[in-house]
Every structure is written in structure tokens, then in C-alpha cells.
């Protein structure tokens, strides 16, 4: 068992110093003037802030098809260096990640490249075209087991099926992230009615 002591660190900034005792990546106890056996590695974190790791549940790695402006791996390395943990890797790739194989691509590189977890955000629409309902159910049921659904910067415009989706996501347990826009309010671009 590998254990690692934080010592003097300030949860979330605030109280007083504590010490934290991890056992095999798992936080074992919390507390002031924990003690350390002789193979504990020692981390002297006096004036430092103790955060649990961060999520970005927005996240573009373009990947599948756009390798050219970033990848799962470089998305994650990014990532880990910034202190997250875990990222969710929004639908538009190319192809869009509207079906169970891109999905399940998705999750099984971020396994693969083993830095973050990378959780794939699965289109709500088929090709983030707003036309037709995606596969959502089999994308949530696959090795991916989307939780997060998004047509990221497109907006599902059509409010029926947009209602079906959130009942089909309700079903399902998962979430629809949605970009809230109504695109006939913004034809020509003006702020307000009048000169």
C-alpha cells in the first residue's frame, strides 16, 4: 500500500491547516498532526490550498476529425496540468458524436491516453442539425454510458423536439445541456426593436 501525507494544507482555502493522509489514491483521514510511518512520502503543504480535482463539462478535443487543432491526449494533458480531473467531450467532431460508435470511440481514447477521465457528450440531434432526435438511448447504454447530452453550439431550435428530447432524457436519467437561443429573435442581429 502506498501512502502519501499532506501536511498543513488549507481546505478550500479556509480554517485551519490539516493533514491529509491518502492510502492507494483513496483519502483515509483528515485531520491535525497526523502521524507518518517511515515509508510515507511527505508533502509539506504549509500556505498551500487543498482542492479536490476540477471537471470541465465543456470541453472541444475535436477528436474524431479534427486532430489538426487538438486531440483526446492533448485535451487531456492540458487538462491534468490545469489540475482537472475529469473532462466531457462535446458532440461536435467530425463525424458528430450522434451515435454509440463515436461515443464509445470518445471514452475508449480518453482510456486509452489514461491522464483525465473523458467523458463524451453525445449530440442530441443527428448531426447537431436540430432535424432529428440522435440515438440517445443506445448512446447511454454503451461502453461510453453517455450522461450529458448537447448539440453544444447549435440550438434545438424546434420546441417539440426539443420537448421530446427532455422527455426522452428524463427516461433515460441523463441531462441535456442545451445552447438556449432563439434564432428567429436574432435575424439581423439587433438588440431591441426600434432605430
Not at 483515509?28 to 512520502?41: F, K, P, S
Not at 498551500?48 to 474524431?64: A, C, M, N
Not at 467530425?94 to 454509440?100: C, Q
Request: charged letters at 20%; a negative charge.
Amino acid at each position: 500500500m502506498s501512502e502519501l501525507l499532506i501536511k498543513g494544507a488549507l481546505v478550500y482555502g479556509e480554517g485551519e491547516p490539516v493533514d491529509v493522509l491518502v492510502a492507494d489514491g483513496v483519502i483515509r483521514e483528515i485531520g491535525t498532526d497526523l502521524g507518518a510511518g517511515d515509508d510515507v512520502e511527505v508533502i509539506d503543504a504549509a500556505g498551500q490550498i487543498l482542492l479536490p480535482g476540477f471537471v470541465d463539462l465543456h470541453t472541444h478535443l475535436r477528436e474524431p476529425g479534427r486532430e489538426d487543432t487538438e486531440t483526446i491526449e492533448s485535451g487531456s494533458a492540458a487538462a491534468a496540468l490545469g489540475g482537472y480531473t475529469a473532462v466531457f467531450a462535446m458532440a461536435n467532431t467530425s463525424p458528430v458524436a450522434d451515435s454509440v460508435v463515436v461515443t464509445d470511440h470518445v471514452w475508449r481514447r480518453g482510456q486509452e491516453v489514461g491522464l483525465v477521465d473523458v467523458y463524451p457528450v453525445g449530440a442530441v440531434t443527428v448531426g447537431l442539425e436540430g432535424k432529428q432526435l440522435a440515438e440517445m438511448g443506445t448512446m447511454a447504454a454503451g461502453v461510453g454510458a453517455v450522461r450529458m447530452f448537447s448539440d453544444d453550439g447549435h440550438c434545438v431550435y424546434d420546441p417539440l423536439l426539443m420537448r421530446r428530447a427532455l422527455e426522452y432524457a428524463n427516461t433515460l436519467g441523463v441531462l441535456i445541456a442545451q445552447h438556449a437561443e432563439e434564432p428567429r429573435l436574432t435575424v439581423g442581429a439587433i438588440a431591441h426593436e426600434g432605430p
